[in-house]
Every structure is written in C-alpha cells, then in structure tokens.
C-alpha cells in the first residue's frame, strides 16, 4: 500500500525566505502526487499535482515542486515566503487507478515578520 | 475551477440526534465523492467512498449504519451521522471527482459539535 511521510510537522520561516517542505512517498508503481493547502477551518484547496509528465510541477501562489524518482521524494517550495502563505499543507498520492487519496500528516507552515 | 460546496459549515446538535451534511458539486458532474473526517490538528482520514446511484464503500473502522451515506445524483452527496454521540464532534469534509480524472476538489468542511 502507498503511504505519504512529510518530515517535520511544524516549519517557520521568515517572510521573503525560501519555504520548503518534504513529502516522501513510498509506492509500488508510479505514482500521482498532489499538495493541497488548508487555511483555518476551511477545506483543502490544490495547489499543484505530478501525473507522470514533467517532473518539476508548478502551480498556484508561486509554489512549485520536483519529483525525483530515485529519492521518491516530491518536496513543495516557494523562493520567497509570504504572509499569506502561513497555513497546513498536506502531501498525498494515489496510484493510477486506485480511486482513494492518501494524505501525509500536514506540515504548519509559518512565516515570521 | 471546480467548486464544491458544503453544507452547513457549522452545526451543533444534542447527543443522541441525527445531523445530515450536503455536498454538492456545483459546476461538474461527480461520479465520485469522497467523505473524510480530520480530528485538530491532524491530517485528513477517508470515511468512505461513494459512486452515483451505487451504495458507498466505508474504510476499515467506519460504522456504515452510524455514517450513511446517500450519493443520489451526480452533484449531491449527504452523510447523516445517526445518533450522534460527542466523540463524532469533528471537522467533516467532503471532496468529489470527475470521470476518470485524477483530481479531487474539496469541499470547505462542516465543523460538527455534539454536545
């Protein structure tokens, strides 16, 4: 069964420095890989996927991420970190085919005046 | 992009009541929704998986006559906590998707309280 691992469950950085946060994943077969953003009781907005075609994806808010097969790692970063950008990210997979998302354990990111 | 919504976004209820929650897509046709429970501060956790007009499929662990899930159209999802209890106090979410599409869209959550 795939399964997701973000390391460290708490980041802070300072506004206009590089944020970034790990997702591992472990999967049998290649996988699809998604970060989703939470703000306070809200639901989980996309910010970006990997679907097997170019493997630095970019996506919304400036964030962008690489998959890197030998490390089976799809780390999410952002070159200058914003106020706004303070929130829960959470990593996930799923394997083509599979219906069900697999969500790593979220990261809090939060970002220092 | 696409739009899910929820509702309500927040509703507190006696022990022992029954609490339905809606989710609907708003813009495209969900043949599938997805219903995920998330405790604070803690990730999300999928209670089940409903296809239109078939019955839902529950994860391991989730009462299916204590969470009943009714997917009735390809835009409408409700879950209807039977007899809620407060240890079902939690944050509800739902997600939907499209076809064969690989992305889910989430709904923004239905905070539930049982007092």
């Known amino acids: 069964a795939q399964s997701v691992t973000q390391l460290g469950s708490h980041v802070s950085v300072s506004e206009g420095a590089l944020v970034l946060l790990r997702c591992n994943y472990s999967?049998?077969?290649?996988?699809?890989l998604f970060w989703y953003v939470q703000y306070p009781n809200q639901g989980l907005q996309l910010l970006l996927k990997?679907?097997?075609?170019?493997?630095l994806v970019k996506g919304i808010n400036g964030f962008e991420a690489e998959f890197k097969k030998s490390e089976t790692s799809f780390h999410l970063t952002k070159p200058s970190a914003h106020m706004s950008d303070a929130a829960e990210y959470f990593c996930?997979?799923?394997?083509?085919?599979?219906?069900?998302?697999?969500f790593g354990q979220g990261t809090r990111l939060t970002i220092n005046p | 992009g696409a739009v899910v919504s929820q509702h309500p976004s927040r509703v507190i209820c006696k022990s022992g009541t029954s609490v339905k929650i809606e989710c609907r897509s708003l813009?495209?046709?969900?043949?599938?929704m997805f219903w995920y429970r998330q405790f604070p501060k803690q990730s999300l956790m999928l209670m089940a998986t409903?296809?239109?007009?078939?019955?839902?499929?529950?994860e391991q662990g989730v009462e299916k006559d204590k969470f009943l899930i009714n997917h009735a159209s390809l835009t409408l999802s409700t879950l209807t906590v039977t007899s809620a209890h407060p240890e079902d106090s939690s944050f509800y979410i739902c997600?939907?998707?499209?076809?064969?599409?690989?992305?889910?869209?989430f709904g923004p959550g239905t905070r539930l309280l049982v007092l």
């Open positions: 997600s939907a998707r499209s076809g064969g599409l690989e992305t889910q869209y």
């Open positions: 999967s049998s077969v290649p996988p699809y």
């Open positions: 990997y679907t097997s075609a170019a493997t």
């Open positions: 996930a997979v799923i394997e083509g085919g599979a219906q069900k998302l697999v």
């Open positions: 813009d495209f046709q969900a043949t599938t």
């Open positions: 409903s296809n239109e007009g078939s019955k839902a499929t529950y």
